[in-house]
């Protein structure tokens, strides 16, 4: 297998690492539907962690198997599968070189009280993802929270060493706590932030939420203004946010959010799409529905992306 | 000695674990009287930390004594004795060999202030449970709590440190604290989340208590009326439970709570059986009755579950 | 030296423990004017840590000097002397292998603000213990008080550490703090859960205050009442705390508290030997008398446990 | 290439450094225009990290790129470039060799909770700075706030380390939070103490801001008005911040602050180069303007620093 | 060089310390003027840190230097020279082998908030002290501060290290914050209790300030009147304090406070030779005095002392 001109190029957005990080990146470019095109979609599963089983998996029930999700990733022909480390350690063994994995280290729950200082426990540890075969961790962040700078000593440890040992790293940036409005967390500068700081904390690949054209912070607010920063479209948008994750030289992918009609979600990705953006990761759109629905939805968004 | 087929499919569910934990797993499901079934029955003794001694032992006053409880568990052949440190130093050379043991690394008490924050105070090692020849290691967590996320990050490493020594983790998952209601501690959606918590953290064996029918989140509740999840049996709550263990893909116990009269205790058991989990985990309901009492309770309780 | 048949039985109790351990537990038991017996007088001195340097030695200035009180130990047989840090630093070179020593790693003092949430600071280490030649750490734990987790933690850690080098631990369980009313903190129902918990910690040797016919907790109460545990004669509730040890099977012995007349001294002696108690740690009442009447004194206890 | 006899006389200042460390002060000495004469000029860009990238970049969009700050720096020809991570990580490679690198180990947001307890997050490591090439670590105390007893202690260990392994430290000493007033953060006997405070601390280059005439400690103004110390100008400000850094016997450089006319810039260099400071690190009113305006205004600054 | 009986015999109370803290010792005991009596005369100067520059220095700016301090006390024939990390690195070197050095390891501010928990940051490592070439560490402790268990943790771990390489430990014992009266602070009875608990934290040289006759605490009070302890004399009081060190076996030296009369100055000593003291720790006196007068002064006080 070569790499494709636009995959080399990627990598050389990474400079500083070493060949083994590299060559993690590039099992998840070089790998199902979108190999070499640059872009990724990737399936996470860490909805269970989040919002528990019966909300997750319910509507379709063969979703409650950790083995489904792995099928479905390797079928779908997605980039890569992410999830948390007891789903992990149920499959890795089964579909051990079927796809690229990465393993979430950290996770909140609904049962946390709540509060202004939003946080994850750390779950697994970069041994683990050593011994279960993945090419990469994730980590989320919470941008505005009492415990984001907890948060950003975490991933900074984590992140180190996951280098050290060959390993990408995947930061989720997703602003909450703090003094932030309920519409700031999706706010275009807030989001823009967001993904600066993933990428100022060393990400080799950034998780941002899909921006809205509302923004939060009076004195970004005049800056937007006065330089008359287009916002107006999503597209725009996706194209503002890439180009603070270092002018475009960080992959930036996309979350979905919660489940919408099909239309919806295509609209989104022929945003990302158009805007620039690297891709998408598409969990609950895609497992809450039946499994042939699904494999349809994501060849559609992989078509889009391609 | 061979082991059978329901025990290697058992076993078969925990692929990402090394052979020493697949052995420690398989001497569990190997001994006693339920040998080879793939249920489990355990004796654990860790009532005297939390209630202390008199509550605990002074209706059976034998039970003062750490060898009773190791010679009830052998003699009744239970698949393991799970205790504390002090306990377990107590006999852990006069009956090495005979039963396998869980070490429990962390405890509450009664003298503790209540708040919303219960925690548990770490009181054994990976290495004691090492040196002390157990087959695995026990902890809580309480979903819900304000300090669940540090419980959550003292099994990790635990566990971690578990695994790679070749020992089993079993999770005791019990719902408190925080915004929890008293019924919602034993609420089936509750109860089940807690079950997949567990299993998220990397658990080989979980443990959680039989769940009541009430529903306790809002958004939980919703799903379980739209999708028809049946709750309306304890049976079909302890299918649920199981399912929500990665589609019963992994062991799930379920404990009797405070000494009640015989029949109920047989009909917990029943309901276990029929609704698919995999055995019962029973204190106080064996030690705070007379020995040979407990002994015909257990032979029965065995006999419904094999 | 040959062990005496009761010193046998009492080391057979510490199944788990290395050759070290024992040997260190042996070394106590064997030393000094009830060397064989099975009984155990020790000499505390962490009274200047405690309540300041004039309030524990201006009624006896020669004691002021650290000599002082090895000497008496050594002078008056005791099996052991019990200090902190810098004490044991200025003698343990001149007294090298006259008498063994147990050095006491937890210390508060009374210039500490007060509150709910007694603790101790932690003054030295495992390492400290073996370079001065000593046979046992001992550790306060303060049973009720909201750092009691915290303390169980650090007793866990370093228990660990001087097992693993052939050191005994001996645990203070003094119940204070949180809930607990002043007079429930010697009340039988809580002495005898401190004295349950420091065996669960994994103490050799337990050391709690003589309690009172009190009775704190009312689930505790309860139990006491119907299961007609006699509390009623000092001599009674040391065997009931001695029960609550293990069913006896690890060495408890009594604190004497502040000064009192030598009478009231030698009727708790004699109460802890009928109650089946293994000895005393007696410091105050030793030290603050002069030195020939603290020896007279300390004669007449050990024929009173001989 | 040899020292000239100022570098030489500035590293005898530093005694106590190894030669790895005194290479890397040499280093940052003898390059760029300024090379030989003492005198230093830094680029810092970590404004993306605590204003967020729009605020920083948008007013010159070419400076999204890592890259441009790398060019930028090199082609001015300033002593070194001081950035955080994921910065130097995106150019290390590409610029090896080019410039001194300064890695800032700690960053704050403008997402974070106010309070009076301002701190940073440590976002880096001294393995970081030694795997990108870097000749020093650079770390932002903030005197004054509730956590900057915790501050120093994370560069206490840090600088250790950086030191082991022959690096330089600059500590970027910005008083803020507690009891000071918002004109006490400005001011000279503040200012002054915090450079002190940087040296005691064992930096190599000290950061401070431009200070006020304003006198913020009652205890301090009436020193300074006994003592009749002249803080009457800039420069004689100047002279007495580096007179508060041992005599002079530490390196002392100067920030900017917001983006402000040119003239205004060249004259805090003028007072700077009267005051005896060593020189500036300038960033917004650089990076902010347009390339050649930026490199010809660097060059400026460099001649009447000269 | 050979030791004379009475350093010989001071080097005897030390009686666990290995060779090499005892040569330390030993080399503050025979530098200087007072070399051989077993008295010391300390030069501190961690004014800066606590106060700030100009407070410290601007009475005798050539005191801005750090070499200035190291001259005074090889030239006064000080014992040691004690000051923080930047001081000792800016003049280790040049100074090496002239005078033995104390690096103090941990530093207060007046930049912070106040409270009721004073605490110190750790600024210095024992590897820094080693590096360094010093003889001793030194390390502030308030008694009576909320944080108090924490800073004695802290020189736990702290004199752990110092001792096994070697170095002697000097606790300066300052009691302050939690509910000690402003008078308390200075009172004979707080005071010795502050000695006594840095002799059982395992110093080698205890920091003490000069006590009032003012006693704190109300049981201590009754204690000292009931015995008739003598303070109603400066003289009297040290003897008290030295006494409550271990009856005399730790070595205590007292500091001087603020700047005073000479006379004042001359009496304290006077005192502290009566009283048994081994000396004083005179810093501001000393430094904030021109440099013959202080070094008239100092030759002086050791005149007294000797």
Redesign the interface.
Known sequence: MRLTPRVKEILS?????NPGTKANLARMLMHGKLAGTGKLVILPVDQ??E?????SF??N?PA???H?HFDLAVEAGCNAYAS???????????FAGEIPLILKMN?S??????G?QP???????V??AL??GCSAIGFTIY??S?A???L??EI??LA?EAK?HGLAVVIWSY?RG???SKDGELAV??S??AA??A?????HIIKVKLPTDFLE?P??KK??EE?K?DVGTLAKRVA?VK??A??G?RLVIFSGGNTKDKQSVFDDITAIAQGGGDGSIIGRNVFQRPRAEALEMLDKVMNILK
Request: charged residues 20%.
């Open positions: 957005w990474y400079e500083s690492d269970g962690f919002h528990g089983p019966a909300r319910a509507v029930p409650y198997d950790p489904y948390v480390l007891g789903m992990l350690e149920a499959g890795a063994s089964t996770s729950n609904s049962l946390l009280p709540k202004d946080n994850q426990a750390v779950t697994a540890s041994k683990d011994r279960l941008p505005g009492g984001s700078n907890d950003f000593e900074r440890a180190e050290a602003p703090g003094f932030l500068d807030i823009a932030y600066h700081l990428a100022l904390l060393g990400a912070l004195e970004a800056v937007y330089k920063i503002h180009q603070c270092f002018n030289r």
